[in-house]
């Protein structure tokens, strides 16, 4: 059956005048006639029946012009989807840690949907493992994350590397060893579920010691800095989480983590070329504010 003959039946069906159908449709009468004996030809049922001057459908006429309408319906919605995928547009969520929430996403975000007006984006503030998990129940479209993720299904775009340091609040370092600072202080630690854990899991076997005991504030770096600041203890962060305090002597560095905290933005690999995904991954590779590393040599607060 040709699609033209059934909009024809449709439009014919709706209006039970072939002037009017005509006129709608842009036809000619005598052509919606001999599309309509065609249809009725192909389907071996008659369609329209006239009582006087009036057109009616037959019992085959009705159930066509049913089925007929989910069809158009059913079509409308695919030319729309294919119309959305020709760019961005819809929701884009995006899952990420406190930090990245507050000091990087808003103004890029901003920036994307200047570009992309058509696209709305959420926030989802999780942890690097929960926003991972968030990305593969379909929960969040892209994840940025404080590690790289290398499974088989996820495609990783990588954005940064950034240092790992072990911290202090200066006024515990004043005139004090890292051997003495260590034994004497707890450590400030992320919860087990942080992308972290792995980092400080290695950086306490290569130390080869253990914390006298540890505090675990969670997966947020704002609240592990303030517990340092407030003398609680020292802690493992990331340079950025920590550059102005750095720059304001409130904070020493006790020693270089080797392990280093590598940011990326992931997504499923069957997602890819979706519009949204694409344009965004492509936006971040260009736009992500990355800092400069720091030199340890020439900070003369580091702890010897």
């Given at each position: 059956?040709?699609l033209r ?9 709706e209006?039970l ?12 009468q ?18 329209l029946?006239r009582?006087?001057?009036t ?5 085959a ?18 030319e729309?989807?294919?119309e959305?995928?020709?760019g ?6 995006i899952?990420a840690?406190e930090?990245?929430c507050?000091q990087?996403?808003?103004?890029l975000i901003n920036?994307?949907?200047e ?9 989802l503030?999780?942890n690097?493992?929960?926003a ?13 994350i404080?590690?790289?993720c290398n499974?088989?299904?996820?495609n990783?775009t990588f954005l940064e590397?950034?240092?790992?340091l ?8 004043k ?17 087990h ?17 253990q914390p ?10 704002e ?7 407030n003398?609680i ?11 102005n305090?750095?720059?304001?002597g ?10 280093s905290?590598?940011?990326s933005?992931?997504n499923?690999k069957?997602r890819?070329?979706?519009?949204n ?15 400069e590393?720091l ?5 003369s607060?580091?702890?010897?």
């Amino acid at each position: 059956m040709e699609l033209r003959n059934l909009k024809t039946f449709q439009v014919v069906a709706e209006e039970l005048n072939i002037t009017k159908a005509a006129k709608k449709l842009g036809y000619t009468q005598p052509t919606i006639t001999l599309q309509l004996q065609a249809l009725e030809k192909e389907l071996n049922h008659r369609l329209l029946t006239r009582v006087g001057k009036t057109t009616l459908l037959t019992a085959a006429g009705k159930k066509l012009k049913n089925h007929v309408d989910r069809l158009f319906i059913f079509i409308e919605e695919i030319e729309k989807e294919m119309e959305e995928l020709r760019g961005p547009s819809g929701i884009l969520t995006i899952a990420a840690s406190e930090y990245y929430c507050s000091q990087h996403l808003p103004t890029l975000i901003n920036t994307y949907m200047e570009i992309y007006p058509d696209v709305k984006v959420n926030l989802l503030p999780l942890n690097s493992a929960h926003a991972i998990q968030s990305v593969r129940n379909g929960v969040a479209d892209i994840a940025i994350i404080a590690n790289a993720c290398n499974d088989y299904d996820m495609n990783n775009t990588f954005l940064e590397e950034e240092q790992a340091l072990l911290v202090v609040s200066s006024k515990i370092s004043k005139e004090k060893s890292l051997q003495s600072i260590l034994e004497e202080n707890t450590f400030i630690s992320y919860d087990h579920h942080c992308s972290f854990s792995h980092i400080v899991e290695q950086f306490f076997k290569e130390a080869n010691f253990q914390p006298k005991s540890t505090i675990m504030v969670g997966g947020s770096d704002e609240n592990i800095k303030m517990a340092v600041l407030n003398g609680i203890g020292y802690a493992i962060l990331g340079q950025n989480a920590v550059k102005n305090e750095l720059k304001n002597g409130s904070i020493t560095i006790l020693q270089e983590v080797s392990d280093s905290i590598v940011t990326s933005a992931i997504n499923l690999k069957v997602r890819s070329e979706e519009p949204n995904i694409q344009t965004f991954n492509d936006f971040l590779q260009n736009a992500w504010p990355v800092n400069e590393t720091l030199n340890l040599k020439e900070k003369s607060h580091l702890v010897r």
